[in-house]
């Protein structure tokens, strides 16, 4: 099997996106995983995609189930059970679009939906059930968007997220950044994506013009949650956009077998840090159906928290927080 997949740096971002494994019996031939696994996985993916890009699959270790990297791409048993109080849209965002492919819920700072779609399916993922396919603008709807953002002063930032908006290609994203610029009371762009971490060939030198070389300040936040996704090649795309004065933050989700131990997340800011990426948010899961068995309890949660507070440098401690709908900011759990 592994000759099919080729080395990461032969392969273009593009292609990466387009060669992800989506088939379940693909993904455990590969790993060398029990095939007593697969009719769960095809249940599991007949709700949400499986999608896992070769650079992301290369960092897997083969045969290993506990692998913390495998166990947020892996579809299992447990995503088709319900728990109570989970549901198909936690966040209750589906009602508080203004727009098309806008999110306004905090002050000074309005969300994009910049790209329906992600470069991975991360199996806890609160977007799980999102209707993406109705929240694909064309340019007659980034039109209204940006007379919103335009109307409106009291925003400073724009926050690029999806999906994935850096599953956009470059060109859109220019144009896109160039309509930002010409909106005078907007300070910052802010980038969600995960995609320098799945696929750090996305840093393209075309990527790098649109997220810096213009009035606005960027702040990129990547979303890494295991050290072991932090590879050479992760390093590297992270120091590209370091270079060109981007800031790096860190937003991971706590997820239960994957780092939710105190070597875990130790790891993790201190191999963020050495790569020039402060961790900000740590997230408690959003109680999406499906995701029930990634919980990690408030109480447990806190107690990791206070923690890594106790053995590790301030600012190498992230904001341990929970989003609620309703509320003018993300809830700090302490
Ligand atoms: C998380 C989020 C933000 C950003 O919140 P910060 O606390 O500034 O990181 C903005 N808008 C929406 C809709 C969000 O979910
Ligand atoms: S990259 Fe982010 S939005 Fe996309 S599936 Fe993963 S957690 Fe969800």
Redesign the pocket.
């Known amino acids: 099997m592994s000759q099919i997949i080729p080395a990461q740096t032969t392969l273009s971002w593009q292609e990466a996106m387009i060669q992800a494994v989506r088939e379940p019996r693909q993904l455990l031939e590969y790993l060398q995983l029990p095939m007593e696994l697969l009719p769960a996985a095809e249940a599991a993916t007949s709700h949400f995609g499986l999608r896992v890009p070769k650079p992301f699959l290369e960092r897997i270790r083969k045969g290993d189930l506990n692998d913390p990297l495998l166990r947020q791409i892996l579809p299992l048993e447990a995503e088709l059970h319900s728990a109570d109080g989970y549901s198909a849209d936690p ?1 209750q ?1 589906l009602g508080s679009n203004p727009q098309q492919g806008l ?4 002050r000074g ?3 994009l939906v910049v790209a329906p779609h992600c470069a991975v399916n991360c199996r806890y993922c609160f977007r799980r059930h999102f209707p993406y396919a109705d929240n694909n603008p064309g340019r007659a709807q980034w039109q209204a968007t940006l007379d919103y953002l335009r109307e409106d002063d009291s925003l400073q930032e724009v ?1 690029f ?1 999806g999906g994935d908006p850096m599953a956009s290609g470059d060109r859109q994203l220019q144009w896109l950044v160039e309509q930002l610029c010409q909106i005078p009371h907007l300070q910052r762009l802010r980038v969600h994506t995960r995609l320098p971490v799945v696929i750090p060939q996305r840093i393209t030198d075309d990527a790098l013009r649109w997220l810096s070389g213009h009035r606005l300040q960027t702040v990129l ?1 990547i979303h890494s949650n295991h050290a072991n996704e932090l590879d050479p090649a992760v390093g590297d795309a992270l120091a590209r956009l370091r270079h060109a004065g981007v800031t790096l933050l860190n937003q991971a989700v706590l997820l239960r077998g994957v780092n939710d131990t105190l070597a875990s997340q130790k790891s993790l800011s201190e191999r963020l840090f050495q790569l020039g990426v402060l961790p ?2 740590l997230h408690q899961l959003d109680r999406v159906d499906g995701a029930a068995h990634f919980e990690v309890s408030d109480t447990e949660a806190l107690e990791l928290h206070r923690q890594m507070q106790a053995c590790m440098s301030g600012y190498l401690v992230p904001k341990l927080a929970r ?1 609620e709908p309703g509320q003018p ?2 809830t700090l759990l302490y």
């Open positions: 966040l965002e999110i306004h819920k905090y700072r309005a969300l926050i997220s936040v900000y948010y989003e900011n993300k």
